[in-house]
């Protein structure tokens, strides 16, 4: 039956286009539109913050069935930017705005109004087996970039240093390389150690801490149980060591941590005024501590 | 209207694109995977990403070289190899050649249970159990090493190379082994000399399935190898997969970006292997039929 060949091959291109306009179809980000009604917010900003604000959202618009929160990332600058030109509610970010940004905003009659939202601290652990109790950023930094290999070079046990770090993807991984490996200090080119290892999760870390002496790792200071130990840090060898204690955190003193800020526009009204008092409330800091940060409050 | 002979052209019509859907699905995940893996070499050169030895993706300028990542792959495939292609084949030959029915049933659905074992199951167990002992006994800065994924892949790839081995064992005809041992061989050389030869190519599919198995499995060798991406010089160091690198760093790319572009490269580099891989298998059944 000649005949039959291209009915076969239609039925063949037509499922073939179908198929292929199903995979080529291309997502569209959210956050293009601008903020319409009262009940729906437009977020933006640090991509550190990005799942936080999510996992506040989400929450929140359970909680209050009909609003609408919309969280999208770009970065502390990119948010700040979109709240100076008025295309965001909120701008989430991870670093004070600068002096430059405030002059631009307030060339554009925005006033940006700073509402410290969580904290975001790194512990730095090892075993409790380990003799080091502290260590301080220039260690750490040879440490983590291969630099130092043994124990014995900071004053512990003849060992060899086992590195454990998060996936290069992690919000974790990048502030660790940035703050430690690189000392807030933008121009530097420090990598990690090609020999690190790179778990899926903080809980491999603190996994494969507790039951390695030779392991140092890092991870979000909410992450701590008495199966690892927390080394106090120094920002260099003539400062005070500080434990990581939330604490220390929230008095500025403990070096790997810094506060995560969100910014509206003049004092917060409405929606957005009832959006961050559920941030802050207890509620809000549960989720703050779900998601690996520390809560402002205990 | 001929309501039987519509019947039959609907039945055929079905079935003709079931038959179909397999491999238009090959094709099209071949396509697409193209489509965004070779974007990748507008910017990198594709020798510089094959025999680059530094991955590190997402730094300023990123560096795209998988050769630590290849390596990382084949020394954790070639472990398990060295682990379960003994065993595997000699547990065949004991279930389709000595062992008593009784014990012949028994040990065919325990393989077949140590099949259905999901591989994060073994991973989470290895980690618990295998790393903190290979650590322990072999006195190693970390057990999270190449042949702790070896071991646990050897598990994996087990299964399948004692059944279809095993099938390729039964396969061969009763009178072969019967006129060698009425030649006077002994039982042992009537395995190895005659059985064995004339089950080879059906011996060699097996190994290569199995190896297949495992140069694609994930979750438990993301779990046990400890995913440095160092040039690997030691089975018992830490190294980092082909496969354990996507699956860690999918999640939280972004879309379009040279990173994302280079993790479907990998997929490309993957699906090369494996289609070789399976080549060799085909290969061999078929230089039997000749």
Same mark, same amino acid.
């Given at each position: 039956m000649p005949f039959k060949i291209p009915q076969h091959r239609r039925i063949l291109c037509s499922l073939f286009i179908c198929v292929l306009s199903l995979t080529s179809c291309s997502r569209k980000g959210a956050g293009? *539109?601008? *903020?319409?009604?009262?009940d729906s917010i437009q977020i933006k900003g640090s991509d550190t913050m990005v799942n936080l604000g999510q996992a506040w959202s989400e929450e929140f618009m359970r909680e209050f069935p009909n609003t609408f929160v919309a969280v999208t990332g770009g970065g502390s600058g990119t948010g700040i930017a979109a709240l100076i030109a008025g295309t965001c509610d909120i701008a989430e970010s991870s670093r004070k705005m600068k002096e430059k940004e405030f002059a631009e905003a307030r060339q554009n009659g925005i006033e940006p109004v700073e509402l410290q939202v969580a904290l975001d601290g790194l512990a730095v652990v090892v075993n409790?087996?380990? @003799?080091?109790e502290r260590l301080t950023i220039d260690q750490l930094a040879d440490i983590f970039t291969g630099k130092?290999?043994?124990w014995r070079e900071v004053g512990g046990e003849d060992r060899p240093i086992v590195l454990l770090s998060r996936e290069v993807n992690s919000g974790t991984h990048v502030y660790f390389k940035e703050r430690v490996l690189r000392h807030g200090d933008d121009k530097r080119k420090e990598e990690f150690d090609e020999g690190a290892l790179l778990m899926p999760s903080s809980q491999a870390i603190a996994d494969e801490i507790a039951q390695n002496p030779n392991t140092i790792g890092y991870y979000g200071m909410?992450? *701590?149980? @008495?199966?690892q130990k927390l080394l106090a840090i120094a920002k260099d060898k003539n400062s005070p060591y500080h434990e990581p204690t939330i604490e220390n955190v929230m008095k500025g003193d403990y070096y790997i941590s810094r506060p995560l800020l969100m910014y509206t526009n003049g004092q917060p009204k409405e929606i957005v005024k009832k959006f961050l008092d559920f941030v802050l409330s207890e509620e809000g800091q549960k989720v703050v501590r779900a998601v690996d940060f520390v809560p402002l409050t205990k | 209207m001929n309501l039987k002979s519509l019947k039959e052209q609907i039945i055929e019509k079905t079935i003709f694109l079931c038959g179909v859907t397999s491999v238009l699905f090959v094709v099209l995940i071949f396509i697409f995977l193209a489509k965004e893996g070779f974007a990748l070499f507008k910017t990198v050169h594709p020798a510089d990403f094959l025999t $680059?030895?530094?991955?590190?993706?997402? &730094?300023?300028?990123p560096q795209f070289g998988i050769l630590p990542l290849i390596l990382g792959s084949l020394y954790v495939t070639f472990g398990a190899t060295l682990i379960s292609v003994p065993i595997g084949v000699a547990s065949a030959v004991y279930i389709s050649e000595i062992a008593s029915s009784r014990v012949r049933e028994v040990l065919k659905s325990g393989i077949e249970l140590l099949a259905a074992i999901p591989s994060v199951v073994l991973g989470f167990i290895g980690i618990t159990t295998l790393v903190p002992f290979m650590r322990n006994a072999l006195n190693l800065?970390?057990?999270?090493?190449a042949f702790s994924g070896s071991l646990m892949l050897a598990f994996m790839a087990m299964p399948t190379i004692v059944s279809i081995a095993e099938d390729a064992i039964t396969a061969v005809p009763k009178k072969y082994k019967e006129a060698a041992l009425a030649l006077g061989a002994t039982h042992w050389q009537a395995i190895w000399r005659v059985v064995l030869r004339a089950a080879s190519s059906g011996i060699v599919a097996a190994i290569m399935l199995g190896i297949g198995r495992v140069i694609g499995e994930t979750m438990a060798v993301m779990m046990v190898t $400890?995913?440095? &991406?160092?040039?690997?010089? &030691?089975?018992?160091l830490p190294v980092r997969t082909l496969t354990a690198t996507v699956a860690a760093e999918m999640g939280e790319t972004v879309q379009g970006s040279a990173h994302y572009h280079a993790l479907f490269a990998i997929g490309i580099v993957l699906f090369v292997i494996t289609f070789i891989i399976n080549l060799i298998a085909d290969w061999a059944v078929h230089r039997k039929s000749k």
């Open positions: 293009d *539109s601008k *903020s319409g009604g009262h409790p087996q380990n @003799p080091v130092i290999r043994n909410g992450y *701590s149980n @008495p199966t | $680059g030895r530094r991955w590190y993706p997402i &730094s300023d300028p800065p970390t057990g999270l090493t $400890g995913n440095a &991406s160092r040039m690997p010089t &030691s089975l018992f």
